[in-house]
Structure formats: C-alpha cells, structure tokens
C-alpha cells in the first residue's frame, strides 16, 4: 500500500527522531552525572594531599622546635652561665611566643627570657624527667596559658645540670603554614584538633556553624588512620580531610565543599544539555 506523507513523517518522528532525541538526552545528563561524580573524587583526592603535606609540615615544625630546645640545652651546659646561653640564642624568639628558659636539677629555674613566675608555675620537673627517660625532646599537653589567651605547648630537653625549656603556641605554628595557603575568596575551612578535642586552631575566610568535633573521622585520625569523608551541611556536600600530626597526636582537618570549585564558565557548560529538552518536547507535540 501506499504510504501518505502524513504517515511517513509520523514514522520518521516515531522511529528516528523521538528515539535519537531521547538517547541524546539521556546521553548527556548521564555524562553530567559522571562529571559531577568525578570533580567529587577530584577534590577529595585534592583535599588528602593538601592536608597530608600541611599535617607534614606542621610535624616538621614540631621537630624544629623540638631541635631548638635541644641545641639550646647543650649551648647552656658550654656557656659560663644560664643567662648569656638565654642571650645567644635570642634568635629562636619568634618560634616561642611564650618564652625560652633555661632549668637545673629537679625543675630549678636558672634563668628565663619571659617572666619567671609563670615558669614557676609549670611541672617542669615531670616535663624533664620524660625526657631523661627518653633521651629526646618531650612536649607537653596544650593549655591555656594566662587564662584567656591561646593554648600553649612547652618543649623540654633533659641534660645534665642545665636543661631548656620552650613554650609556643600551636595556633601561631599552623597559622604561618595554613594562613597564606588557601585563595582569600576559598571557602576551605582547617582545624587543628589535640587529644583532648581542644580546638588549636581554626582557619576560615568564611565561617559557619560546621563543626568536625564528634565526627567519626576525627576520631579515627586520633588514632593514626588518616582518611576523607563527606558530610551534608545547609544543602552542600562538603569534603573533609582527616590527617594525623605525630608525634604529639593532634589532628589536622582540612574541609571545602566540593561544588565550590567549580568555575561560572564551568557551571554554564553544565547547562548545555538542557537545549535537548525542548527539542525532546516538540518531537512529542508533533507526534501527538
């Protein structure tokens, strides 16, 4: 029989043109999701190894420090006094805010570069002693130092009849590396978090009610195991990075919501796919 062109244009648009219009549609919002799929992997791998290398860098600065006391403690025990060992080494001032001092046997204070009557107050003595006992610089928990100001870490290193001691803060550590690290118009989020779930330090250009103590992650990193998660929060998915900073057992997180690296030009190459939908529409009118 002979076919009409009323008929032949209701069979091209039923098995050509509809058909190809839908696998086009599908086809392209597949590959959106794939796209979206891959960036998430993309900054979460991204955020592991930015917070892997600023967790190392943190560590390292801790072993410096640790270094510094150490040097400080033999120069005390060459120099004819506790106060000119103090004067010669005036230049590891910027890495302790809260002061060097030089200590005897059983926690005797023999000189200081701050006041003395807050090294009084300290357990240097138990300080000095893991320290024999381990041949190494040892650092103490952080706490607040002068009631209201950051928290304060102290360094000690045992030797013979003169030691030294150290005190930082951890917050002006990680600020030196975390600071200039992110865009200012980043919306990346670090904590640095001790054993206790004392917040350190907490960097943010754009602060919000996120918070990571109690998150499962974090208690994992206490332990050792580094690690990515993502979390819901306000209608985003964002990404946090767990990693562990030995040796004092403190924790860097490091967080950003994937989506925000996406670039405007980006975002509007997202939305291409959608010029598919009307022609899927009128393929529909005209088969109707």
């Known amino acids: ?23 086009l549609v599908v086809i ?8 979206s799929e891959a960036m998430r992997k993309l900054v979460a791998e991204r955020e592991a190894r930015a917070g892997h290398a600023a967790a190392d860098a943190i560590a390292g600065q801790l072993r410096q420090r640790g270094l510094s006391i150490q040097g400080l403690a033999v120069l005390a025990s060459q120099t004819a006094t506790a106060e000119a060992a103090l004067a010669a080494s005036g230049y590891l001032s910027p890495d302790f805010e809260g002061g ?12 200081s570069s701050t006041a003395a009557a807050w090294w009084v107050e300290q357990d240097l003595a138990a300080l000095l002693e893991r320290s ?6 040892e650092f103490s928990e952080a706490r607040p130092f002068a009631g209201s100001e950051p928290p304060m870490t102290l360094v000690a290193f045992a030797r013979g009849d003169r030691s030294a001691v150290g005190a930082f803060q951890p917050a002006s550590l990680a600020g030196r590396i975390l600071d ?5 118009d980043s919306r990346s989020q670090a904590w640095l978090v001790d054993a206790q779930l004392q917040t350190l330090y907490r960097r943010s250009s754009t602060p919000s009610g996120l918070d990571v103590i109690g998150h499962p992650g974090l208690a994992a990193a206490l332990e050792g195991e580094g690690g990515v998660a993502f979390l819901d929060f306000e209608g985003e998915e964002h990404v946090l990075a767990f990693n562990p900073v030995p040796p004092l057992g403190w924790v860097l997180v490091m967080e950003e919501p994937w989506e925000s690296i996406d670039n405007p030009l980006l975002r509007q190459t997202q939305a291409a796919p959608l010029v598919l939908i009307p022609a899927l529409l009128l393929s529909l009118l005209a088969l109707a």
Do not use: C, N, W
């Open 1 to 23: 029989p002979k076919v009409g062109g009323r008929g032949l244009t209701l069979q091209l648009l039923l098995f050509a043109v509809l058909p190809l219009t839908v696998l």
């Open 180 to 184: 200039d690290t992110f865009p200012e």
């Open 100 to 111: 060097l001092a030089i200590v005897g046997k059983e926690g005797r204070l023999l000189a």
């Open 28 to 35: 392209a919002f597949g590959s959106l999701v794939l796209h």
């Open 132 to 137: 024999r006992g381990s041949g190494a610089p």
